[in-house]
């Protein structure tokens, strides 16, 4: 059976902490969950909380009223929402598998709302932060979100089994009803956003660094292949180049074979001619002798070369 924190009065039915109220049954409440009689338990021992009357039925307390410990926490938690004007919103960071990171949809931040309504169908409460709806939602085991309107601009979840609650006895200052004002007015582990409109955003602006990225990447692999193509142009040019020039280098050599050989032929031809003995007529002198066909071939009796005709 789980104790009762809050209950509500039978005269006004606002939801009080038992450190508000007198002990025993003159605390004037009821269970907010079945409504059944309460009593105010404030002892020296215990956690002071708030019991069923124990003359009615054990077994309606222990089945009909298993989670009042929950139905308790919402309604006071609503009427603080309702009463207060300040929420304080946890950290989102949205994790991105694509990139293998988070990224920040929004930072942890005080809410200041205009007004809050608790009658909105799926929710516990939707505030109004300058004209932005937000809605608020107790979750807990055995509660699961139900549909809500398309006008709710974020959806924060406050999960009750994680709150992290004081046991106190014999203290109004950390009654639960000031450790849950604390809650919604100071970061919490219990709080977490279920979603907020900022996330299109930001899974659009990952798009968009993802095609950046990837056009990056084409652009990088396209110039690779651009300068792959130019370093195989540049060694055809290369080997080209030095194919032409090994080709000219063996004309060269050609060509300064043959006029070698030409050279040679001639210097043979020449020594050929000069080895050659021709008679010879001295028109100066009339003498007759022997000469090469090269050279001056002076007469040998005048030493004359002008005037010789060949005989």
Known sequence: ?????????EATGALVDVSEVLNGKKCGCICPSCKRPLVAKQGEVYEWHFSHDGKFDKEIEQVECDYSWHSAIKLMLKQLIVEGQDLASPEYNLFIPEIGESRCVTT???????????????LDAVIDVEGVLLGIFFAHKGRSLGDYSNSIKGLIEINLDKLQLESKNNNTV????????????EPNVAKTWLFHVREASVLNNIKLELQKKE????????????????????????????RQKFKQNAQRRKQGALMHDS???????????????????????QHTYQGTEIGINPCPKCSSHFYRSEV
């Open 215 to 242: 056009a990056e990447i084409k652009r990088q692999c396209e110039q690779a292949r651009l300068k792959e193509i130019e370093q195989e142009q540049e060694r055809q040019r290369l080997n080209e180049s030095a």
């Open 108 to 122: 942890a931040k005080m809410l200041k709302y205009v007004s809050a309504d608790i009658t909105v169908a799926g």
């Open 1 to 9: 059976m789980n104790l009762v924190p809050f209950a509500q009065l």
């Open 263 to 285: 050279l040679k032929f001639k210097n043979d031809k020449d020594n050929v001619k000069s080895s050659q003995k021709r008679q010879y007529y001295c028109v100066a002198c």
């Open 174 to 185: 950390n009654s639960t009803k000031t450790q849950l004002k604390t809650l919604l007015c």
